[in-house]
């Protein structure tokens, strides 16, 4: 141990001559590793990490940022660093992946709203992601973010109904009623969804909960006749 503190001083003298010597700080980042001072090696690791990222070497940046996750896994918000490094490489797949754990990790940890701006990068680097998208709205309600969560129904409606689905779009309706976000209107599209499919029962049970309140409307009348 003491060969190594003492190696690591003299790499530091080196790297004060030149700071930019990014091979002698991994050296340095290495040895804090091997002497079991994380938090110096941590530290030091993420020097070089920001080193190579600003210059553009991003696959050398994330070899760093594996290697801190080596050393302490639990640091989960380099996940977040890594995907954003992923995505510069154009790997998308293992940029979703890397936030998959990172909006998890901020989860875990109450850190909701970290973790919803985390799954709505998801959704924009992988829209077919339908569960993710479900997700996102369901946090946006438990966030009090209800205009946020009717936009997102709204759109996913759009594209459902473009695309002919009506799986998903009875998906939705079904969603936006067990989160309180559907109105009159909403309740009919379904209904009429579930008239077509000849699924009589079903619609008359969501006509049933909503009749009270417009028992004159003349779209609720037509669909319960």
Known sequence: KGKYN??????KLVLDSDPSDIRTLMKVGD?????KNISSAKRTYFKVANFYSEDGF????VA???QILRIDPSATELYSELALLYEKLGLIGESVKSYEVAAKSFEEQGEIKKSLDVLIKISALNPEQINN??????????QGLVDDAKLNCESLIQEFDQE???HLLIKVYKMMLDLELAD???VCELCKIYLDEGKFSQSLVELQKIFSKHSKDIQVLDLLA
């Not at 003492?6 to 790499?11: K, P, Q």
Request: glycine share 0%; no cysteine.
């Open 64 to 66: 760093v940022y594996k």
């Open 31 to 35: 040895l804090f590793a091997k002497i």
């Open 6 to 11: 003492e190696a690591i001083s003299e790499y």
């Open 133 to 142: 998208r479900f997700r996102v709205i369901k946090m946006y309600v438990q």
């Open 164 to 166: 002919s689905d009506t």
């Open 184 to 186: 009159k209107k909403d």
């Open 58 to 61: 991003y696959l050398k940046a």
